[in-house]
């Protein structure tokens, strides 16, 4: 905000150089896939496969609404797909690892100002839609949980896990590079297929292939779940979101506020109404699908630590949800990934 402020009364753009903050975002990706397990996966049951199929449901209509509503603007329908799935679903990260493809193979310069604009206002949105509708449902349905609400935050989400040290970090590096050299090797072949998938998506198969074979070949410390995967993990968030945030040019998406602000008004009220009519109907009417319809407000405009924070909300003040607790985190922290990237890439053929 200074360096526009800057820029409106002396006219000089301050530039950073983005080559480490690209490197970062392997790494990310990657944590996501040394935690994805199989077997965990499936431990989510039915519930988890329901919710995934309707969240898919719910990107497609995302990104229609935001180009239906771009397009009565009159603006470029690739705006719109920005302020969909790309920026609100994928959050900051995938807006930010998708902006120079829609820069440079379609013409969208301030793709990257677009999408964390969307991104962030998202944000704010998420974290204020998530209270609102686990109220209205539990107190609309007189919904009880049906554990007492006196359960520890430590048993919701699990017990402490593993101390970090020298050696844990050091193994949890070693991983995660073998998956980004997973990933360039299957980015590589798919571009030598004529396929192009963004390295981030290549790198999170890469280490899902690994987390599913290595630990069964042998007795590996495996890193997935550890306090080191997730320090490192969310230092190369961090970092990688500070560094985008630093380079935003905000002065070049001016003159798009007030589209900007409507298609996410409309994304707001999208989101609020698919959580009330669908997502609490397809898991089950009851107390734990409204505090999953709380996490989902979170996941929809937001990301997977805002999902978190509107259930952690809602269980302090009516009681706790197991089930919410463990198929949400999958769905948004794995599941929405690959197949935000695959919608994506199918919109963009199809908008051209």
């Known amino acids: 905000m200074l360096l526009a402020v800057v820029h409106g009364f002396t006219g000089i753009e301050v530039g950073f150089n983005l080559a480490t903050r690209d490197f970062l975002l392997p790494y990310f990706f990657a944590a996501i896939g040394l935690n994805a397990d199989i077997k965990t996966l499936i431990s989510g049951g039915r519930p988890l496969l329901v919710l995934v199929a309707v969240t898919i449901l719910y990107m497609i209509l995302q990104n229609l609404t935001g180009v239906g509503v771009a397009s009565l603007l009159g603006l470029n329908p690739l705006i719109g797909l920005l302020g969909g799935s790309v920026s609100l679903l994928g959050g900051h990260g995938t807006a930010i690892a998708w902006a120079p493809r829609f820069a440079a193979s379609h013409g969208v310069s301030n793709a990257l100002e677009i999408g964390i604009a969307c991104a962030t206002f998202g944000l704010v949105l998420a974290s204020l839609m998530g209270g609102p509708i686990a109220r209205l449902l539990i107190r609309g349905n007189k919904l009880q949980p049906r554990l007492p609400p ?12 593993e ?3 020298y050696f844990s970090l050091l193994r949890t590096l070693f991983w995660l590079n073998v998956s980004l050299a997973l990933g360039e090797g299957l980015h590589e072949a798919l571009q030598a297929a004529g396929r192009n998938l963004p390295l981030f998506v290549c790198t999170l198969f890469g280490a899902i292939l690994l987390t599913n074979t290595v630990p069964r070949l042998g007795r590996f410390q495996w890193p997935a779940n550890s306090r080191s995967l997730t320090i490192i993990s969310e230092i190369s968030l961090g970092i990688f979101l500070t560094m985008s945030l630093m380079s935003l040019q905000l002065w070049t998406i001016a003159e798009l506020a007030g589209p900007i602000l409507t298609i996410l008004a409309a994304q707001f009220v999208v989101a609020f109404l698919f959580a009330i009519v669908v997502i609490f109907r397809v898991m089950g009417r009851d107390y734990e699908a409204a505090v999953i319809c709380s996490g989902f407000g979170g996941i929809s405009l937001g990301a ?26 999958l769905v948004s922290g794995f599941f929405v990934d690959i197949s935000n990237a695959l919608v994506i890439q199918r919109f963009l053929n199809w908008l051209g």
Request: proline content about 7%; glycine content about 8%.
């Open 163 to 165: 101390s970090i040290s």
């Open 150 to 161: 006196r359960e520890s935050r430590r048993e919701l989400i699990g017990g402490e896990a």
């Open 304 to 329: 997977t630590p805002t999902a978190m924070a509107n259930m952690a909300a809602v269980a302090q003040t009516y009681g706790p949800a197991h089930r919410a607790f463990i198929i949400v985190p």
